[in-house]
C-alpha cells in the first residue's frame, strides 16, 4: 500500500497520474507551498477568496469545494481565523480516502476541536507544525505532524524531500510545540529589536548587531536580519500567534511574564502610526 501511494506521488508507475493535491489558501505560504508542488511533479489546485490567480503551474479553483474534490491531500494554509470555515467546506467534497492537513497556527485545543470534525465525516485529519518562516526555505521548511494520520503524511512527505517529524498521534501535539518554539523565538525578535533601538540612539547599532550575530552562530547575521526586516511586518500576525501561546502556557500552569511583554509590544509594531 505505501509503495502504491509513494509512486503515485510522482507519477512513477507506468500509466498512473501525479498525485493531486488541494491547496486551499494562497497567502505567502500558500502560494510558495503551491508553486514548489507544482514544480516537484504533482497535480495542484488552489482556492482563495481573496486571490483572483494562482501561481504558474497551479489551477485556480472557485472555491474549496472545488478545489479539494479529487485531491489525496488537502492543505490548509488559510490562516487560524479561517481554520473552521475551510474545513467545513472541504469536508464535504473530499474523498474519504484524503488527508487534510491543517497548517495553519493555532492552540492545541483548536487542532483537537477540528480533528474531531474531520473524524465525524471520516476523513483523516494531520495537525502540522511549520518550524519556521517559509520564505526562507520554502517547500523544505521543517514540519512537525501530530494526528491520526501522522505517519501516512509523513510517509507522503518524506517521498517528496521534504523535511517533517512525527510527534505525535494526536491532533494538538505539533501545535503545542509550536507554540513553544514561539515563546522563545518571538521573545528573542523583541529582545533584539529593543537592543538594536537603544543601541541606535548612542550610534552603537553596528556593534549591537554584531554582537548579537556572534552569539547566534555562523548564520547569526541572516538571523537578526530577518528579525530586524519581518518583525514590524507581521507583527499582528505574529501578535495573535503569541495570544494562542499564552493560553496554552496558562493551560500549563506556567507563569508568562516574557510572553506577556512580548504580546505587548508586538501590539505596539501593530498599531498604525498615528502620525
Not at 494554509?77 to 479561517?82: D, E, F, I, T
Not at 519581518?230 to 495570544?243: F, L, N, Q, S
Not at 502556557?249 to 511583554?261: R, S
Request: contains cysteine; aromatic residues 2%; negative net charge.
Amino acid at each position: 500500500m505505501l509503495a502504491t501511494i509513494l509512486s503515485t506521488i510522482l507519477g512513477a508507475t507506468e500509466g498512473s497520474v501525479p498525485m493531486r493535491v488541494a491547496v486551499l489558501g494562497l497567502g505567502e505560504a500558500g502560494s510558495i507551498y503551491a508553486a514548489d508542488l507544482a514544480r516537484l511533479g504533482l497535480s495542484v489546485t488552489a482556492a482563495d477568496p481573496l486571490v483572483s490567480a494562482a501561481p504558474a503551474g497551479v489551477r485556480s479553483a472557485r472555491d474549496a469545494g472545488a478545489a479539494v474534490r479529487g485531491a489525496a491531500l488537502v492543505l490548509s494554509l488559510v490562516g487560524g481565523s479561517a481554520a473552521d470555515s475551510a474545513l467545513a467546506e472541504a469536508l464535504p467534497a473530499m474523498e474519504r480516502t484524503a488527508i487534510f492537513a491543517d497548517m495553519n497556527t493555532a492552540g492545541p485545543a483548536d487542532k483537537r476541536r477540528l480533528a474531531k470534525c474531520a473524524d465525524e465525516q471520516g476523513i483523516a485529519f494531520v495537525d502540522v507544525a511549520i518550524l519556521a518562516p517559509v520564505p526562507r526555505s520554502r517547500v523544505q521548511t521543517p514540519l512537525a505532524l501530530s494526528g491520526s494520520a501522522a505517519r501516512e503524511l509523513h510517509a507522503i512527505l518524506a517521498g517528496l524531500g521534504i523535511p517533517a517529524a512525527v510527534v505525535g498521534d494526536e491532533a494538538g501535539v505539533a501545535a503545542g510545540l509550536k507554540l513553544l518554539r514561539s515563546v522563545f523565538m518571538k521573545g528573542l525578535a523583541a529582545t533584539v529589536l529593543e537592543s538594536v533601538a537603544a543601541a541606535r540612539a548612542v550610534g552603537a547599532e553596528d556593534w549591537i548587531v554584531e554582537q548579537i550575530a556572534s552569539e547566534l552562530g555562523p548564520a547569526g547575521h541572516s538571523v537578526v536580519s530577518r528579525i530586524l526586516e519581518g518583525t514590524p511586518v507581521h507583527a499582528k500576525r505574529r501578535e495573535a500567534e503569541m495570544d494562542d501561546a499564552r493560553s496554552f502556557l496558562e493551560t500549563l500552569g506556567v507563569p508568562h511574564p516574557m510572553t506577556d511583554g512580548t504580546i505587548q509590544w508586538l501590539h505596539s509594531l501593530s498599531r498604525p502610526d498615528p502620525g
